[in-house]
């Protein structure tokens, strides 16, 4: 079993930048994936970025403004938000799979809003 902690969320103006943190219990090893998905209210969760031991995917709405990135030895995966946009808000999730386990994080709140 992993368990998944967030931190970072929080409340911004748009144009400006939030760091969200998602650290793992357990060993994380390079090639399992690690990410991030978001929820808005009424909306389907989505896939925001993802990233293993190569290139990460980025959703389009967020390309050029979001950089995702890990620590392998610190079991943990980043997500740096820049220009932001009132559409970004939602629930941030952490997600994790290993082997054929996929593991959810509980969430940190964006809110962008002037």
């Known amino acids: 079993q992993v368990q998944l902690v967030e931190s970072g969320g929080g409340s911004v103006q748009p144009g400006g930048s939030l760091r969200l943190s998602c650290a793992a219990s357990?060993?994380?090893?390079?090639?399992?994936?690690m990410g991030w998905y978001r929820q808005a209210p009424g909306n389907q969760r989505e896939m925001v970025a993802l990233?293993?031991?190569?290139?990460?995917t980025y959703a389009d709405s967020v390309k050029g403004r979001f950089t995702i990135s890990r620590d392998n030895a610190k079991n943990t995966v980043y997500l740096q938000m820049n220009s932001l946009k009132p559409e970004d808000t939602a629930v941030y999730y952490c997600?994790?799979?290993?082997?054929?386990?996929?593991?959810w994080g509980n969430g940190t709140l964006v809110t962008v809003s002037s």
């Open positions: 997600y994790v799979q290993k082997y054929e386990m996929h593991y």
């Open positions: 357990r060993n994380i090893f390079s090639d399992n994936p």
């Open positions: 990233i293993t031991s190569g290139s990460p």
